[in-house]
């Protein structure tokens, strides 16, 4: 078993992944500035497992916070969440993005190296498959473009990654390329809690659910889909969890870097996800058809052999688990975390 430092720890997807780590024996440090996040995941974690870990509020661009973690603990590997994530902020605020995500990347990188922590698992996007690559999405097409700021910080953190692995053969990189997690731990503890209006499709469903929405707009349904309606592959987050639990196993056991899908191979439309909401919730969803949102496309799913591979992991839940999981968190904590 190992001891792994998870920066953005208390956030969506690295909640459920601490959840995971404790569960399976690992041990974690957690660091995080709570700027989209709140301790009290932290304690749900600890609730859920049983188990206390380390935690540190800091900023990942602060370098000596960071250094003073890893001179405290001995790292085996860092599975790097940290980071902003909203598309549309990103366009309007692209300084911040670049210098959170990238500069926070590269001083996360300086420590681990200082340090002779050179194994990592960086939380990648679909996004960097851009727009001109036909689905289903393969690790080894092109990813050079991206449609927003937000999508350029992944596309260049995972160029510099490489470049560091090329640099020292002693590093081991995992890019793990998220298709669209959704859902909530089985505990109905931890889940999706977005500040203000949700932009992503999921969390906006369950708000119309909860009575805190009016209706659920639904971008476009003139699409070259089956509905008409953009299509996903929408993914666990637990699955997305047992991802991480397997490329921590194998940066650990490598050298080298490898780009890894993590999504289902399945694509779901718009209808699809409210339909699958209303059997778990029990009750109609109303909805309203608005024009299409800019920057969206028609289809977007993954080729997802390289994950059975390389990891011998493989998504296990379907969209009404996933479904039944997020409404069953909404239940619990109306007001969110
Ligand atoms: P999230 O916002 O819930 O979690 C990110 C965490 O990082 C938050 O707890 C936040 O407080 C923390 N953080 C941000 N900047 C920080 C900084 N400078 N220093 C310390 N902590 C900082 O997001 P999430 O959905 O859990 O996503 C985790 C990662 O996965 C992100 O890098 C995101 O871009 C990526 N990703 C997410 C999705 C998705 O749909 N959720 C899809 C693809 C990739
Ligand atoms: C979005 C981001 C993407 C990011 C991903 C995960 C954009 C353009 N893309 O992807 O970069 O990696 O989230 O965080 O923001 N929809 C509605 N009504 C809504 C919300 C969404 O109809 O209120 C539709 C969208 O048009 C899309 C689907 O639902 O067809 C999924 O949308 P969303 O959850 O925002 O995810 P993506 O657009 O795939």
């Excluded at 909530?184 to 969390?203: M, Q, R, T, V, Y």
Aim: hydrophobic fraction near 40%.
């Amino acid at each position: 078993m190992a001891n792994i430092l998870v920066t953005g720890g208390a956030g969506f997807i690295g909640s459920h992944t601490c959840a995971a780590l404790l569960e399976k024996g690992h041990d974690i440090v957690v660091v995080d500035n709570f700027s989209n996040s709140k301790p009290e995941a932290l304690k749900r974690i600890k609730t859920i497992t049983g188990k206390d870990f380390k935690f540190y509020e800091l900023d990942i661009l602060d370098f000596d916070a960071l250094d003073k973690v890893f001179k405290e603990n001995k790292i085996d590997a860092v599975i790097h969440f940290a980071g902003l994530k909203a598309v549309g902020e990103s366009v309007q605020k692209p300084l911040e993005y670049y210098h959170n995500n990238i500069t926070g990347t590269l001083m996360l990188i300086k420590a681990m190296r200082e340090n002779g922590c050179k194994k990592i698992v960086f939380s990648s996007s679909a996004t960097v498959y851009g727009v001109d690559n036909p689905v289903p999405y393969v690790e080894t097409m092109p990813t050079h473009t991206a449609t927003n700021p937000y999508g350029y910080t992944k596309v260049m953190i995972e160029q510099i990654l490489t470049d560091v692995s090329v640099s020292d053969s002693e590093w081991s990189v995992a890019l793990l390329r998220y298709f669209n997690p959704i859902g909530a731990h089985k505990s109905g503890l931890l889940g999706e809690d977005p500040n203000g209006i949700p932009n992503n499709l999921f969390p906006y469903i369950a708000q119309v659910a909860s009575g805190k929405r009016e209706f659920l707009g639904v971008y476009g349904n003139d699409y070259d889909t089956p509905d008409g309606t953009g299509v996903r592959d929408y993914i666990h987050v637990m699955d997305l969890a047992d991802g991480h639990l397997c490329a921590v196993d194998y940066v650990l056991a490598h050298t080298g870097v490898e780009a890894v899908n993590l999504g289902t191979g399945k694509g779901s439309s718009v209808f699809d996800v409210l339909h699958a909401f209303e059997k778990a919730c029990g009750k109609e969803l109303p909805y309203k058809i608005l024009p299409r949102r800019a920057g969206d496309i028609a289809w977007c799913y993954a080729n997802t052999d390289k994950a059975k591979e390389l990891f011998n992991w493989q998504a296990k839940y379907d969209l009404d688990e996933m479904a039944a999981d997020g409404w069953n968190f909404t239940k619990k904590n109306p007001n969110g975390l």
